[in-house]
């Protein structure tokens, strides 16, 4: 970790040397995140963000008119502190120092950084926080990160004592609530906060102008949580048809997860999984792609989250490759998942997520189209936020 935490430095060095001058990107293709397909445009930048795109086909100060250029990706469910300790299995963190976990965290939020996501949300760890507030300074590459500072349970109290912990939670500085609505597959998925304890975090997250993030698997955790007017609904492998209608009913979003199962599976011994709690991540498959495909055809609102964990940082744009081969999507519907709709279900729909004036400049590049060939997604040669490129070329 010492290595990479070196090119860290070296790379904010590189970042902090760009100055805030006007810069253009020449583009030979964009999709600007909101299902638009832009040939030859060039992008001008200034202050962080974007003025104009306009059609042209010169050299610009950056020169990416051999690549497809898009809004910076966002991953919506994100565990930046989960890593590998020495002896390669999962580490805890009550066995850790924290300023060693903190540093776990950094480095895997310039992981996922070079890996093209420019936003992330974490749900959610206490480290989360002051490598948060270093990236907002500017003085620490990362993606921009919102963070639920720690998760509820049904353990956490009763409604009440609920309501409290939201409001304490605003004020340690969470941008939004995680809670457990039910187990998890590995367990069963069953519900484990009643609807009364659902319905006090939810509520009072909304009256503390917070979004509510939901871990749900079963469809009556699912069903619970619309019904309380919670955010967002994570995993939900089990949700029903009927279910799926009062999600896009209520303008609830939906995040299944792929990477987490697969990534999973390919490290069984990292994690010390039972075989019991294998085969019960296995047969999770099958059913996230199908719960996705029937969430699609009643038009809920799908966002991209990879519940990325020990082994999976930087690699979180595998989840647009199996969202498309096993779930279904048309890779504009995955690729707008991570773009303007995910914005919006973080309430930023109005600074990020799109290619267009007045956004930030937010921006990735990859060889190839995503469109015509998915796993383009996996070669990102140009990564920009807010104006400061951190990875790829630079002005020339």
Same mark, same amino acid.
């Given at each position: 970790m010492r290595g990479l935490i070196g090119s860290i430095v070296l790379s904010v060095l590189a970042v902090l040397s760009v100055s805030a001058q006007t810069?253009? @990107?020449?583009?030979?293709?964009?999709?600007?995140?909101?299902?638009? $397909?832009?040939?030859?445009q060039l992008i001008k930048i200034s202050g962080g963000r974007i003025v104009s795109v306009e059609p042209?086909?010169?050299?610009?100060?950056?020169?990416?008119?051999?690549?497809?250029? *898009?809004?910076?990706?966002? %991953?919506?469910?994100v565990h930046l502190d989960w890593h590998f300790g020495k002896d390669g299995k999962l580490a805890r963190a009550a066995g850790e120092k924290p300023e060693e976990v903190v540093l776990y965290d950094a480095e895997n939020a310039w992981l996922t950084l070079q890996g093209g996501f420019t936003t992330v949300q974490s749900v959610g760890s206490q480290n989360d926080v002051p490598v948060r507030d270093r990236i907002n300074s500017g003085s620490l590459p990362g993606p921009r990160i919102l963070t639920s500072v720690k998760q509820l349970t049904k353990d956490s109290g009763d409604p009440e004592a609920l309501r409290a912990l939201v409001r304490q939670l605003k004020a340690d500085g969470a941008n939004e609530i995680k809670l457990f609505a039910t187990a998890g597959l590995g367990s069963g998925g069953a519900q484990t906060m009643t609807d009364t304890q659902i319905q006090a975090t939810c509520s009072e997250a909304k009256a503390q102008g917070l979004r509510s993030v939901?871990?749900?698997i079963s469809d009556q955790g699912v069903r619970a949580s619309v019904l309380a007017g919670c955010t967002s609904i994570e995993h939900g492998i089990f949700t029903s048809d009927a279910t799926l209608e009062l999600m896009a009913e209520h303008g609830t979003y939906f995040d299944p997860n792929f990477l987490v199962l697969h990534n999973y599976l390919e490290r069984l011994p990292n994690f010390n999984f039972t075989p019991a709690v294998a085969a019960s991540l296995e047969k999770g498959l099958p059913p996230t792609a199908d719960v996705l495909r029937r969430a699609r055809k009643y038009n809920v609102k799908v966002v991209l989250g990879t519940d990325a964990v020990a082994g999976a940082h930087g690699r979180n744009a595998e989840e647009f490759i199996y969202r498309v081969k096993d779930g279904g999507d048309t890779p504009m519907q995955a690729l707008l998942s991570s773009a303007s709709v995910a914005a919006e279900a973080l309430g930023l729909g109005r600074t @990020?997520?799109? $290619?267009?004036?007045?956004?930030?400049? %937010?921006?990735?590049?990859?060889?190839?189209?995503?469109?015509?060939? @998915?796993?383009?997604?996996?070669?990102? @040669?140009? $990564? *920009?936020?807010?104006g400061k490129v951190y990875r790829g070329p630079g002005p020339l």
């Amino acid at each position: 970790m010492r290595g990479l935490i070196g090119s860290i430095v070296l790379s904010v060095l590189a970042v902090l040397s760009v100055s805030a001058q006007t810069l253009v @990107i020449s583009a030979g293709t964009v999709l600007d995140g909101k299902g638009g $397909v832009l040939k030859n445009q060039l992008i001008k930048i200034s202050g962080g963000r974007i003025v104009s795109v306009e059609p042209g086909n010169t050299t610009g100060d950056i020169d990416l008119r051999r690549f497809t250029v *898009m809004p910076g990706w966002i %991953d919506t469910h994100v565990h930046l502190d989960w890593h590998f300790g020495k002896d390669g299995k999962l580490a805890r963190a009550a066995g850790e120092k924290p300023e060693e976990v903190v540093l776990y965290d950094a480095e895997n939020a310039w992981l996922t950084l070079q890996g093209g996501f420019t936003t992330v949300q974490s749900v959610g760890s206490q480290n989360d926080v002051p490598v948060r507030d270093r990236i907002n300074s500017g003085s620490l590459p990362g993606p921009r990160i919102l963070t639920s500072v720690k998760q509820l349970t049904k353990d956490s109290g009763d409604p009440e004592a609920l309501r409290a912990l939201v409001r304490q939670l605003k004020a340690d500085g969470a941008n939004e609530i995680k809670l457990f609505a039910t187990a998890g597959l590995g367990s069963g998925g069953a519900q484990t906060m009643t609807d009364t304890q659902i319905q006090a975090t939810c509520s009072e997250a909304k009256a503390q102008g917070l979004r509510s993030v939901v871990h749900a698997i079963s469809d009556q955790g699912v069903r619970a949580s619309v019904l309380a007017g919670c955010t967002s609904i994570e995993h939900g492998i089990f949700t029903s048809d009927a279910t799926l209608e009062l999600m896009a009913e209520h303008g609830t979003y939906f995040d299944p997860n792929f990477l987490v199962l697969h990534n999973y599976l390919e490290r069984l011994p990292n994690f010390n999984f039972t075989p019991a709690v294998a085969a019960s991540l296995e047969k999770g498959l099958p059913p996230t792609a199908d719960v996705l495909r029937r969430a699609r055809k009643y038009n809920v609102k799908v966002v991209l989250g990879t519940d990325a964990v020990a082994g999976a940082h930087g690699r979180n744009a595998e989840e647009f490759i199996y969202r498309v081969k096993d779930g279904g999507d048309t890779p504009m519907q995955a690729l707008l998942s991570s773009a303007s709709v995910a914005a919006e279900a973080l309430g930023l729909g109005r600074t @990020i997520g799109t $290619v267009a004036p007045g956004f930030d400049a %937010d921006l990735v590049a990859v060889e190839g189209n995503p469109l015509d060939d @998915i796993t383009a997604v996996r070669r990102v @040669i140009f $990564v *920009m936020k807010g104006g400061k490129v951190y990875r790829g070329p630079g002005p020339l």
